[in-house]
């Protein structure tokens, strides 16, 4: 049985265990396939295994050496969220924006990528000016109603200090398409937790001296 590096885990209701981790091994073997998702039952027998890691074409690893390779294809296999929505599984690949969807047993529903912007132009919301680049990162998802997805992108300036992490909001629709221009989280710094299904949607926010506090908020939708 292979050993498995835990990065995240969701239970359904009948206590199966989801578990998303990777065999590193199974990253750079033609034997051994290389899959993400490991589904065990609630006394621990691996039952199955699904969700294929990226391909080295689809981690953005042209003209890199072979340590940048394996390293980057590896980083690229452990940024994913997991979670369940109305009885399904998503598995969201953060680099490749692209939200896979399944059922319990691991059959595929459907597959869908994420537009990203655009353009490097400036979005100007609420009189603040996000920049966001066609390059950017997907870095959480939430469900609202009507199966839209509320998307937190990573944009990433490199400065003479180092690199700078902004993060922005952007409603994409269920095939993926993007509804509306970047958008600011209600407090900054904050997090993307949550929606409810009011559309009431939850936000960790970090105050002045670290302290901490839980947001909610309703967006205005499209």
Same mark, same amino acid.
């Given at each position: 049985?292979?050993?498995? #590096?835990?990065?995240?885990?969701? /239970?359904?209701?009948?206590?199966?265990?989801?578990?998303?981790?990777?065999?590193?091994?199974?990253?750079?073997?033609?034997?051994?396939?290389?899959?993400?998702?490991?589904?065990?039952?609630?006394?621990?027998?691996?039952?199955?295994?699904?969700?294929?890691?990226?391909?080295?074409?689809?981690?953005?690893?042209?003209?890199?050496?072979?340590?940048?390779?394996?390293?980057?294809?590896?980083?690229?296999?452990?940024?994913?969220?997991?979670?369940?929505?109305?009885?399904?599984?998503?598995?969201?690949?953060?680099?490749?924006?692209?939200?896979?969807?399944?059922?319990?047993? !691991?059959?595929?529903?459907? #597959?869908?990528?994420?537009?990203?912007?655009?353009?490097?132009?400036?979005?100007?919301?609420?009189? /603040?000016?996000?920049?966001?680049?066609? !390059?950017? #990162?997907?870095?959480?998802?939430?469900?609202?109603?009507?199966?839209?997805?509320?998307?937190?992108?990573?944009?990433?300036?490199?400065?003479?200090?180092?690199?700078?992490?902004?993060?922005?909001?952007?409603?994409?629709?269920?095939?993926?398409?993007?509804?509306?221009?970047?958008?600011?989280?209600? /407090?900054?710094?904050?997090?993307?937790?949550?929606?409810?299904?009011?559309?009431?949607?939850?936000?960790? !926010?970090?105050?002045?001296? !670290?302290?901490? #506090?839980?947001?909610?908020?309703?967006?205005?939708?499209?």
């Amino acid at each position: 049985m292979p050993s498995i #590096e835990i990065m995240h885990m969701v /239970v359904d209701d009948l206590g199966n265990l989801f578990i998303l981790g990777i065999n590193v091994d199974s990253l750079y073997s033609p034997l051994s396939p290389c899959l993400l998702v490991h589904k065990y039952s609630p006394q621990g027998v691996r039952l199955t295994a699904f969700s294929p890691c990226p391909a080295a074409d689809d981690a953005h690893l042209v003209d890199q050496s072979p340590g940048q390779l394996r390293l980057r294809r590896e980083n690229t296999a452990r940024a994913s969220q997991l979670f369940f929505y109305d009885g399904f599984l998503y598995h969201v690949v953060f680099p490749l924006r692209t939200i896979r969807i399944f059922e319990s047993g !691991g059959r595929l529903i459907r #597959e869908l990528r994420l537009d990203p912007p655009l353009t490097d132009a400036p979005s100007s919301t609420n009189s /603040v000016q996000l920049q966001a680049s066609a !390059g950017d #990162e997907v870095s959480h998802v939430v469900i609202l109603r009507g199966g839209r997805f509320l998307v937190e992108w990573m944009h990433v300036e490199q400065t003479d200090s180092g690199s700078h992490k902004t993060l922005y909001l952007r409603i994409h629709g269920g095939d993926g398409r993007a509804l509306t221009q970047a958008g600011i989280a209600p /407090v900054t710094p904050s997090m993307l937790l949550y929606a409810d299904p009011d559309d009431h949607v939850y936000f960790l !926010g970090v105050r002045a001296a !670290g302290r901490q #506090e839980l947001i909610r908020t309703r967006l205005a939708l499209p």
